[in-house]
């Protein structure tokens, strides 16, 4: 089992970065791989982006390509979310997610283990 925390979210104007973080505990981190998805009030939860188990390939949602990147440092049992230009669509709770799978998915129901969320609100 893995334990997933993540943190970073915040309160940021429109145009402007913010960097998530989440942090593994628990088995290997390297052993899954990882994503990133949001919920807004009222939505469903959103697929962002994922990452494989030793980062070298990744998977964006169309809504964030080019703006947003996902990483991670295995070596600090972490993985990252940079996000720049930031749009108020983009406001939502942040949940990072691991998947024992191999294949890089982003069906919620795919992942194993869930953060508790990271709240970003950007402001127009």
């Known amino acids: 089992q893995v334990q997933l925390v993540e943190s970073g979210g915040g309160l940021v104007q429109a145009g402007g970065s913010l960097r998530l973080s989440c942090a593994a505990s628990?088995?290997?981190?390297?052993?899954?791989?990882m994503g990133w998805f949001r919920q807004a009030p009222g939505k469903e939860r959103e697929f962002v982006a994922a990452i494989s188990r030793l980062g070298g390939r990744t998977y964006y949602s169309d809504s964030v390509k080019g703006r947003y990147t996902i990483s991670r440092d295995n070596a600090e049992n972490t993985m990252y979310l940079q996000m720049n230009s930031l749009k108020p669509e983009d406001t939502a709770v942040y949940y990072c997610?691991?998947?024992?799978?191999?294949?890089?998915?982003?069906?919620?129901?795919?992942?194993?283990?869930w953060g508790q969320g990271t709240q970003v609100t950007v402001s127009s």
């Open positions: 997610a691991a998947d024992t799978g191999v294949v890089l998915t982003n069906a919620p129901d795919e992942y194993d283990y």
């Open positions: 628990g088995r290997t981190f390297s052993r899954y791989a």
